[in-house]
C-alpha cells in the first residue's frame, strides 16, 4: 500500500469519526433530553480529543511528506491540499484547549437557549466571556504572528480575509442602503394574515423540500430553536422552526436549509469521509442555500405555484392572488431578525455581526459591553431601537458554538449566489417556466453538475469562477436586487 494509500484509508476513519460527533450534535439541537446537557458535553469533549489526536497523529506529517513524491491526479493533490492544511492547523492548537472548547460550547449552547427563552443577556454574558477568552487563543495559536480574526475566518472561508471581505462589504452597503431607503419611502404591499397550523406548515415544508431535490430517503427534517443542517454523504439532515402567524418563516428556512442539505447531497460519492467528501467553504455552502431561497424560491414564477399549493392547504388566503401572494413573500419590512430579514436589507444584519465579532476578538470590545454595541449599532443601521435581547444580541446560536469568523460568510454567499443566478440563467432561458410549474430539476441540476459535485476539489473562489465563467464580483447581486425590488416597488 502506496503512503498516499495509508494516509487516506486513516482519513475515512477520521472522517467518520467526525460525522458521529456530528450527529451528537445534531441531537443536542433537536431530541436530547434536557437533563442529558451535562453529559453531552462531556460526550462532545471526548471526541473531540480522539479527533485532535487523530488530526496530529504524527504519521500524518510522514504520509504527507512520502505521498508528495507519488503520482496524483488531480482528486489526489487536492486531496493532499485539505490534509496537510488540516494538520498544519490542528498542530498549532493544543490538544487540551481543543476539549476545552468543545466542553465549553456544548454548555454555552444550553445556557444560550435558556438566555434566550427569558430574554436575559446577563445570564449568557460570563459563558459567552469564556468562550471569548478561549477562541482569542485558538486564534492565536493558528495565526502564529498573523491576524488572529483572519486565523478563525480561514475555518470557514480558506483564503479570505476580514480585510477583503471589509471591501467587498463597503461595495456592497451603498446600493443596498439607497435601495432600502427607496422601497421604504413607497407604499407597501399587504402581508399574509392569519393563523397557519403548525403541523400543516410541516407538511408543506416537507414537500417543497422534496421539490428542491432533497432526499427524504437520506435525510430528515425536524424542528429546533435555529434551523441548521448536519451531516453529509447519505445522512444529511436538516431542521426549521415554525410560527402560527408566520408560514413562510418555516417554508423559507426549510429551502435555504435544502440548499446547504442538497449540496452534500450532490457531492462525489467517491469523496465520502475525505476533506473532499464536504463543502469546500461556508461562503460556497451558504450561495447555494441562498440561491434556493432567494433567487429561486421567491421568484415570481415559483411562488405563483407555491401559491397554488398553500391554498390548496390552507384555503382561501385572503391576499389577493398570486401577484399579491409574491408581493408579499418579498415584502421589505423592518425587523430584528437575520433569518426573516428581506433581501434587501440581510447584508445590513450580518455586517453588524461581522464588525461587532472582529471587535470582540480583538480585545476592542467586551463581552459586558456587547448588548449595549449590538442595540446602538442596530438603531444606527435600522432607524429604530431593539426590544428585547431574544430579538438582539441573543437571537444567534453561532456565538454560543464558537464560530467566530462564521457570519461574514453569509453575505459571501449572497454574493456568489448573486454571480450563480446570472450564469443559471443564461444556460437556462425558460427558468421562469420551468420554476411556474414546480419544476426544479434543470435549476438544481446545473448547481449540481457546476457546482456542488465537487466538494472540496477546487478552491472557493475558484469552483465559483469555473461555474460563472468569471471572478465573483457584489454587481451581479446588486443588480438583481435593484432590478427585481425596482419592479416590485415602481421605482
Not at 198 to 216: D, H, I, P
Not at 259 to 269: K, L
Not at 358 to 375: F, K, Q, S, T, Y
Request: hydrophobic fraction near 40%; charged fraction near 25%; glycine fraction near 8%.
Amino acid at each position: 500500500m502506496s503512503a498516499y494509500d495509508e494516509l487516506m484509508s486513516f482519513e475515512r476513519e477520521t472522517g467518520a469519526l467526525a460525522q458521529v460527533a456530528g450527529r451528537l450534535g445534531w441531537d443536542q439541537e433537536t431530541m436530547m433530553p434536557r437533563g442529558a446537557a451535562d453529559q453531552r458535553s462531556e460526550e462532545l469533549a471526548a471526541m473531540e480529543a480522539v479527533l485532535h489526536a487523530r488530526r496530529t497523529d504524527p504519521r500524518i506529517g510522514d504520509w504527507l511528506e512520502a505521498a508528495a513524491g507519488e503520482a496524483l491526479d488531480e482528486e489526489g493533490a487536492a486531496q493532499l491540499r485539505h490534509i496537510r492544511r488540516s494538520y498544519e492547523r490542528a498542530n498549532r492548537v493544543p490538544a487540551k484547549l481543543a476539549s476545552d472548547l468543545a466542553r465549553l460550547t456544548s454548555r454555552a449552547h444550553r445556557v444560550w437557549a435558556e438566555a434566550r427563552a427569558d430574554d436575559d443577556f446577563a445570564a449568557f454574558a460570563p459563558v459567552l466571556a469564556e468562550v471569548v477568552q478561549l477562541k482569542r487563543e485558538e486564534g492565536a495559536a493558528l495565526a502564529a504572528g498573523g491576524d488572529v480574526y483572519d486565523a478563525l475566518l480561514d475555518d470557514y472561508e480558506p483564503g479570505a480575509s476580514a480585510v477583503q471581505l471589509a471591501e467587498m462589504f463597503g461595495a456592497l452597503r451603498p446600493r443596498l442602503v439607497a435601495l432600502r431607503q427607496a422601497v421604504l419611502d413607497k407604499p407597501q404591499p399587504a402581508p399574509l394574515e392569519g393563523t397557519f397550523d403548525e403541523q400543516a406548515q410541516m407538511k408543506l415544508s416537507r414537500m417543497v423540500a422534496k421539490t428542491f431535490g432533497y432526499e427524504m430517503a437520506r435525510g430528515r427534517l425536524d424542528k429546533s430553536v435555529h434551523p441548521f443542517t448536519a451531516g453529509s454523504g447519505d445522512d444529511v439532515r436538516i431542521t426549521t422552526r415554525t410560527n402560527a402567524l408566520d408560514p413562510f418563516n418555516c417554508l423559507y428556512s426549510t429551502i435555504h436549509e435544502v440548499g446547504h442539505a442538497c449540496y452534500e447531497q450532490a457531492i462525489r460519492g467517491g469523496y465520502r469521509f475525505t476533506p473532499l467528501g464536504q463543502g469546500v467553504s461556508m461562503g460556497v455552502h451558504e450561495s447555494q442555500s441562498r440561491i434556493y431561497e432567494n433567487q429561486l424560491g421567491r421568484s415570481r414564477a415559483f411562488t405563483g405555484w407555491l401559491y397554488e399549493r398553500m391554498t390548496e392547504l390552507f384555503g382561501d388566503l385572503g391576499i389577493g392572488g398570486a401577484e399579491a401572494f409574491y408581493a408579499a413573500v418579498n415584502r421589505i419590512h423592518n425587523g430584528y431578525i437575520r433569518t426573516e430579514a428581506d433581501e434587501v436589507q440581510y447584508n445590513l444584519h450580518v455586517l453588524l455581526r461581522f464588525d461587532l465579532e472582529r471587535a470582540l476578538i480583538a480585545g476592542d470590545l467586551e463581552v459586558a459591553d456587547l448588548e449595549a454595541a449590538w442595540n446602538e449599532r442596530f438603531a444606527k443601521d435600522f432607524g429604530f431601537a431593539v426590544d428585547k435581547p431574544s430579538d438582539g444580541v441573543l437571537q444567534d446560536v453561532h456565538w454560543s458554538a464558537g464560530l467566530f469568523g462564521y457570519f461574514p460568510t453569509y453575505s459571501l454567499g449572497n454574493v456568489y449566489a448573486g454571480c450563480l443566478n446570472k450564469a443559471l440563467r443564461a444556460a437556462e432561458p425558460d427558468l421562469d417556466a420551468q420554476l411556474a410549474a414546480g419544476d426544479l430539476e434543470k435549476a438544481t441540476g446545473w448547481l449540481r453538475d457546476n457546482v456542488q459535485q465537487y466538494g472540496g476539489l477546487y478552491e472557493p473562489r475558484a469552483v465559483i469562477e469555473k461555474a460563472c465563467g468569471e471572478a465573483p464580483s457584489e454587481a451581479p447581486l446588486l443588480d438583481y436586487l435593484e432590478a427585481k425590488f425596482g419592479a416590485l416597488y415602481g421605482l
